[in-house]
């Protein structure tokens, strides 16, 4: 079942749990991530960035699309922290469900007005759309490749306005977290307070940024004071990643086909315990009440 990531939220909502978002660039991270949602029947989020969309090319997503459709778990297929509005068109020309338009380096003024012209033409076609308010740091092995860690939290007093404005379905918010992986002895300290000053006045679900490397005890947290969507993507790529590397060096082996099997096994321990930690798998069903 292929849903906007709106209807996928609310069932996660009313729930009490938490969705995975894992970014996807190729057949085998899809395959970790597709794969490991139906072996413990968890909804996720496939999703894919902005150069992640270019290097796979449209008509990937036409396979992709056909995929979801016929799985009896819920998916929807997000476009990630896409800075033009043109993009977002292109993901929706693809068959995608959700787009996240990141005006969170704008001024404020200028971060309403793109995301507001957003979500006008993807609500006509049923489209979610995911703003994104303050900015969350960066480790340099994010997606978009850039180094940046100064973290500028979200206002709470911006919430309601920015959501009134924009009319978005779901909201990312800076509380501490970082793109990429974290340097060793760098451990994020979430401010869970602020999370719940938020929460409280937002009337969509938030979204946590930057989920990987963090500790589970910090994400768990954060689910439970009502994150409803977390990205994940260097910390599983990463272990699909070390099992290649590891394969190439021990046993010389270079072809990919005997290769990714195990890559793609260490890649879904990853992938399976944060859908355990986020307490959404077996929520398969809840979708059919
Ligand atoms: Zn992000």
Redesign the pocket.
Known sequence: MLLNTKDLLKIAEENNFTIGAFNVTELSNFKCVYETAQEIQAPVIIAVAENEFDFCGKEYFTYIRQQLIKSYVPFALHL??AHTVEKCMEAIQAGFTSVMIDGSSLPYEQNVEITKKVTEFAHMVNVSVEGELGT?GNFGT?DEGVVNNNIIYTRVEDVVDFIDKTNCDSL?VAIGTS?GLYPKGKEPRLQIELLKEIKKVARVPLVL??GSGNLDEELDKAARAGIRKI?IASEYKAAISRSLNKQMNEHHEVKFALMMPQAIEEGKKVVRNRIRLFRSDGKASLYYE
């Open positions: 990630d922290h969350i994010s990312a793109h940024h930057g990205n």
